[in-house]
């Protein structure tokens, strides 16, 4: 059976038993189909090492499996209990500067420690065993939001094996690293330590690879527990990716291990940059899904946590958000939290059954989409259209953080946002693809300052536009090779005859902004471009670099390989791309012949979207101001 | 005698002994009667472990009998000497990152330590031996500002005690800190740590137990060494309160161990809101004397800290503040300290007699104002006059300081500010008092903020309307337990049924501020209010919660509970008071028949006040700006 | 033969040897004569304990010789290896808050650690042994910008020797730390710890000792180096000190023992500042060189770090800053360094060979400017000419650093900064003099926030004036003596007599300006002057200051004492010092009867410059702007 998963973390310990029915009755009222429980359920399930509790939680599945509610069953090794860290205090985290982390808050392990690991397995065995066969079990969710890091010496030893694979011998790592700047030559493997505190800037190489590392580390711990379901079960197994300005591992690779990639997604930002955000995480999470559907694990019900206030969102926004992540190809939308705690760090996290009960406009709403979805349904295994892709590539990020720039400005986040909003902006939408990845069927593909690529990569994008592709290239891209090494001979090094260019120095920008023959303006950052084989398409306006080559455009094979070197703003990129400013976001599914268009009103008057051939399967036509719709055609 | 107290600390051992006839001299001519002795002479005292030197304390003591001049003596316990860390250096005190750190300040131990309270408890005695029959001592001063914490291990193992005596079983602490959540169920109790630095959020009723553990602890710590001084002597014994931005301690439980309470009071702002805050603090600590007079044992005579700048007192402040404290009750005006210091971290901080010595507009002020204040004696023994309240619970304040909060703007000493400055801005005086007083003798009680209160409590406030108050409760009240348990079903909790409201949803703000429909305006903070059976006295206009009630009012038995959903600015409160501002600032204390009334112009033109029957006891009349007059009437 | 130097760092080790010979070939074009090896070299050089690797320098040294390039050859001493960090854990660095750092940046070590010192010692004299009679060699740089502290136990025993030989007896400490103050006494020499983390502030002595002691250690571990080179060797020894806003050591006092004072510089700003930092720069070099030539041993070719982004110096400007260092009495221009790293936490350091290599504008203007230097070689022996003298004492800015002062804008870098621009906006070339210096030559002498003053630099000082000397005091000057103990009376203590004025107390400002009577304005500070045996220049206007003296001047035997109690603005101080603002810089060095006026054009248009009678030695005139030229005269 097709359907879409509605529901969300469901941790029924926090409650008296007599709620747990009322749980029921209300999930089956507001539509619920899917509730993950046990993420945080450790020191309930195991009280004391080796003594379990199943009683309450065999309760709790049972009941919901009456009810119909399937479960997506979680390992809770994200948050060991107390009598955990007393036992083993070797395998409490230690930070940079080398205190060591205390219990209380979650997240209090390391896992480079035997004992974690043995835990981790352990309870992940125990509820193997016991629930591999319960009828209400539809999905094992190892761990959460996998991404806690520590610098202790059993993380540092585990380091050391780690770079030895890499690297194979000494020789190596120390011309990987540049270690003979500032003379930190490595005569033996047990000299090299995790980049904790130092006295000045940290090696960059070592940064990176010590976050490569750490993303290794972090998929073979849940490699173990995987092993150990699967050894009973045959369910899909997935973790839930966590991703906001910080992105702990590499998605992209882990998506190979997980039968389905999961993300939770909380965007920041109070106004209409919250659909811009959703938009973006889940065009991201298609992307590590290899274009596959994918499922919104987490996602907040009433409020957006923008900065220093909760947001509340306006009625109608949580189904907004919710059809956007669907659109844009999830299963479903799941929620933290079914109830609102009563106590507790989050306890003012918004939740599916707010404080004040089920008699208030959040369950309403609730409600009201979950009675909703299942006619959706049908667009559950369908995929999304883009013909557009953007390179994402998480170790250039990492890269770029652990690196002294020549600029505060230089954000590989910030830039691939931008990227992604001048599309978004015109109600385009687009993929995100690795810089190796196949990209023969797009007609464009956009590179934000892709400091960091392969030389296997960057054939890959020369044999794009060989073969007629339209590639734009953004500033500081191309600079340094796996190991941070520069290109040398003139940047955009792994660039520079694809495009065409030469360029010897950056001119990054204060404040200001930079004008353009075109009209148009850049910001932040500006090179001083030569354009050797490439023709010039806008200039430089005043300042030092006044007349010389802003954007330039080479023709190469069937394909034209184009460089911006400069962070154009809205108005600039959107001339440059031909896309014109709307305010219906337009995505589109498609199985077969049939096509669903998802249609998002994001302004402030009411759209008549022509929809001829079409028949509306959710929301209204015409679309109110944030509104939504969607239609199936033929 | 009945008499004001005017003086101030003195710290003879860092003088020359050729000063300290001098000093006499000038504080007879200053009409200096009281003085601080011993609070940093740990190191002069017993400059070895257990090895004493009095001699010079007996001199100076002498000395200040011979001159007239009374003794607050002070157990130095607030700054042990290098020799003392040196010997125990497990008695210095640790952060929450577990760092210890190092004497060369001062407050450097952790009164956790048994070291520690032995040595304190041994210098105490030592000082009751030798002094407490010395015909100049009027008071014991023990230690100095209360208020240093500690994360060590000996801290550690005085917090399980002290859970174990709240809870009494660990079920009871899983409930009360929601253990639940994130899997921080407790099997042990020595499993249990300190509010420690951990990988996220800590727990918030965890730490709201440590700061109750920790206040508790220092009052054990003054208990001991009170006991000490009480064994031999019968003077008066207190301990400096002290109050900022922060409380460290629960100052109204407190109180019931001092014979006096005592402040020390800095204000830090340049401008007229340090005769606000001014007010504010003698305020609150007359609430904690139960509306005793009190006493203001510290205040900075020359100068302001206002942040990154010492402001000078503009001539005639120092005695206007001074004046200030005492019409709120203050048995007379100290300060800190009598004569600058040469060195030392303080050296600029502001004396009686400073830098430039006595010939300076400094100690000519000091000594004016030493002149005037035998007028003002006759007040010593009165009571100050109120008739509204403002509540207070430090309680809340930590609860506050440690919950993830809905809003950053949320801030429980600028709420309780606020509303102290709505009353004080038209020149009526208020009284602070704990939620389970008797509140019978104030016609309105205002309620800032009451985030956490207990079922007593609340019962207490809905007894106070039956019986006829008139009760405003603020935004954000009622929510919690003292627990940290949210009350469910709606908020304000507590106080929905007395209300008659029902919030499902709070709205904060961003910066910008939110209109009302009776012209005035709301800032920070907004609620989604249901008038279930309240009468709505104002609405919101525009924004999401435009026409929904933003203040309700409802009659209860014979009296009236009013609710307040956002921050009101200043105008819109003294029009919903019915306040009107005022230059002029009046304080009103009495004793039988006679009142004394304070006047204080704080506006910049020449006031006539209307004084007739009465007499002029100090100041002058009409009132200059800046100017201040007491009368005694009839 | 008299030369000036030209050329930078030179890494080899970062490259393979086939790029040597390119480097060399390179360096001759540029018309590079010196370069500096082996600064960070000591993992290459002993890649294990006692285990040296000289090969590959014997190979670098010869090429060099071979293309007529002398040799700056560093003791790599700055960045000791991995394997020393691992064999001598307890020598790495502790900071204030007892973190032990980690090796894989630079300066990880502490100086106290004997481990330390024999080491470097002995890769010093295994330098000396193979090296000392190489043809190329002509200079000795020992270590790197020396600078390093460390607060671990090591360090504190060192310390307290260094508090025993300056102070004798602890009763002496004890009244020069004023430690009777919160308590401090210390009763032995085995309590005193170094100014760790703590409570609360910090004593300012102990703060300023512990400054003034790892000064000295260092000087210590320099001479130690400095030994072991001299004994085998007669080349010049040095090191290059470092200066930003921030002076790790007393070069006033090292410059005795280096053999040529030579300093790094990096200027901050990207504008015009970056020009009148430069000047401050070199004019406080030579000041520590007692005014004979000294050298710029690094500078940056490329870019100045502005703060957040690097800004590319604009074509013209490094031969500019160049010859501005030249022009006050640099022997030469170098730079850091001769290839940009491929890899590393420098690597985007700007070069003398860029990344984009030697076919750069960058290559080219190195070029261009190394072939212009042989001409002006004739200027290497010359002093600059100075009749004005700014003082500068770097204990006075510790000394500021460490004290909670009565604002957060007394900053004694700014207050020298602001009193040098005044001069440098009027093209008046200044001299840096220690206060205790012979100030006889001087027209004038300025004195920035001397807030620390010994008696004998203010009997000095006075001798001065008497003797005809023109001497402008700044506000918060002589307060303190050398133990930060306050010269009690008034301020400005050590100057009341000689000034004539009394302060009894201080008005920082808030962030607004004071008018002062002459029509100037004073920001920032302001003081309540009284002129007691002073003429009044000018006084304050409005505010609690209005009427009141802002400056003060007295004729003292043949000359005259100024006060100026506030920070004067830019424009007033011009007025005041009868200064006028001129966009051309003149800076002349004088050798017997010839002098060389270097021009520099910092304004928008060109510039005709009389040069009657002299002859173009380098540059152009008329001066374009940006522009520079050298003539000679007669």
């Known amino acids: 059976m097709t359907r879409l998963w509605y529901g969300g973390d469901y941790n029924p310990e926090q409650w008296d038993p007599a709620v747990w029915k009322e749980d029921v009755d209300l999930m089956r009222q507001a539509g619920v189909n899917l509730v993950t429980v046990g993420v ?231 106004g209409i940059g919250a659909e811009e955000q959703t938009a973006f995480g889940a065009d991201l999470a298609r992307g590590w899904s290899g274009g596959k559907p994918w499922l919104l694990m987490e996602q907040a019900a009433g409020s957006i946590n923008a900065g220093r206030r909760l947001h509340t969102k306006e009625p109608g926004r949580m189904a907004r958000h919710s059809l956007s992540h669907i659109a844009r190809g999830s299963r479903g939308a799941l929620f933290f939290q079914w109830r609102a705690s009563r106590g507790g760090a989050e306890m003012f996290h918004s939740a599916m059954v707010p404080h004040a009960g089920p008699d208030s406009r959040m369950f309403r709403e609730i409600s009201a989409l979950g009675s909703e979805l299942p006619r959706l349904a049908e667009v559950a295994e369908s995929n999304v259209v883009a013909e557009v892709a953007i390179l994402w590539d998480v170790e250039c990020w990492w890269a770029m953080q652990g690196t002294h720039l020549p600029s505060s400005s230089l954000d590989y986040l910030a830039a691939a946002r931008s990227a992604h909003r001048h599309f978004w902006r015109a109600g385009v939408t687009v993929d995100f693809a690795s810089p190796d990845a196949d990209l023969s069927s797009y007609r464009q593909v956009v590179v934000p300052s892709l400091y960091l690529i392969s030389d296997e990569a960057a054939a890959n994008l020369a044999g794009y536009v060989q073969n007629g592709g339209q590639l734009v290239v953004g500033y500081f891209s191309g600079i340094v090779d796996p190991d941070l090494r520069v290109r040398l001979g003139g940047y955009p090094g792994a660039f520079t005859e694809l495009l065409g260019v030469r360029v010897e120095e950056f001119h990054p920008l204060a404040d200001d902004e930079v004008a353009l023959s075109s009209g148009g303006r850049g910001r932040l950052w500006s090179e ?94 015409p679309l109110r101001p944030g509104g939504y719709a969607v239609v199936r055609s033929p």
Not at 247 to 256: D, I, L
Not at 564 to 569: G, I, P
Not at 589 to 617: C, I, K, Q
């Open 528 to 621: 001083d471009v030569q354009a050797v084989s490439a023709e010039i398409v806008d200039r430089y306006v005043g300042g030092v670099l006044d007349g010389k080559p802003a954007i330039t455009r080479r023709e190469v094979g069937a394909g034209t390989a184009w460089y911006v070197s400069t962070e154009l703003d809205d108005a600039t990129a959107a001339e440059l791309f031909g896309l014109s400013t709307s305010p219906v976001e337009v995505v589109r599914r498609r199985s077969g012949e049939t096509t669903w268009t998802f249609l998002f009103n994001h302004g402030d008057a009411e759209v008549v979207v022509p929809a001829d051939g079409s028949e509306l399967v959710v929301g209204e036509l």
């Open 40 to 270: 945080f359920s450790w020191s309930s399930l195991e009280p004391a090492a080796g003594k379990y509790d199943f009683g309450w939680l065999d309760q709790v599945l049972d009941l919901l499996h009456h009810g119909g509610i399937a479960v997506d069953l979680a390992t809770p090794t994200a948050s060991p209990p107390p009598w955990f860290s007393r036992l083993h205090p070797e395998a409490l985290p230690v930070t940079a500067d080398g205190v060591r982390l205390t219990h209380g808050s979650r997240d209090t392990y390391c896992a480079c420690a035997p004992a974690y690991r043995e835990a981790a397995r352990g309870i992940a065995r125990a509820l193997a065993e016991r629930y591999h066969d319960h009828p209400a079990l539809a999905m094992w969710h190892v761990h959460n939001e996998f991404g806690t890091t520590c610098y202790c010496s059993l993380a540092a030893a585990r380091f050391r094996d780690w770079l030895r694979d890499r690297y194979g011998s000494l020789d190596r790592l120390n011309e990987a690293w540049t270690t003979a700047f500032w003379s930190q030559g490595y005569a033996d493997w047990t000299e090299i330590e995790p980049p904790r505190k130092t006295q000045y800037l940290v090696n960059p190489t070592q940064y990176l690879d010590f976050r490569r590392f750490w993303s290794d580390e972090l998929l073979a711990a849940y490699l173990e527990q995987k092993a150990e379901l699967r050894e009973l079960s045959t369910v899909p197994i997935t973790t839930n990716f966590v991703f906001g300005g910080w992105v702990p591992v590499n998605h992209a690779r882990w998506a190979a291990e997980v039968d389905v990639v999961a993300i939770d997604h909380y965007p920041d930002q109070a």
